[in-house]
């Protein structure tokens, strides 16, 4: 789930990149009207913090995390195993 919000941050994020540049500015204003209310240098620093919050979602979650396990002897015969982190 963290990686799916994740992923649409880092899509909102380059959207609001986006326009910043003025040749992509004009058709996104079409596209997303309410973000001619804001100035253009605003949008692309919220787009770069979406951008960045949504990178650290996608590597935060680690997505299972594997523990190696060592077996526990007593005398020849394994009796269990140890996990370590």
Known sequence: M???????LIL???????????????????AVPFL???PPFYVM???IALF????F????SGG???FSEVPIYRGKRIVGYRRLR
């Open 12 to 30: 909102l994020g380059i959207v609001g990149i986006a326009t910043g540049i003025d040749k992509l500015n004009a058709p996104i204003i079409k």
């Open 52 to 55: 960045l919050v949504g990178i």
């Open 45 to 47: 620093l919220v787009g």
């Open 64 to 66: 299972g995390r594997q």
């Open 57 to 60: 979602f996608i590597l935060g």
């Open 36 to 38: 001619a209310k804001f």
């Open 2 to 8: 963290k990686k799916i919000l994740g992923y649409l």
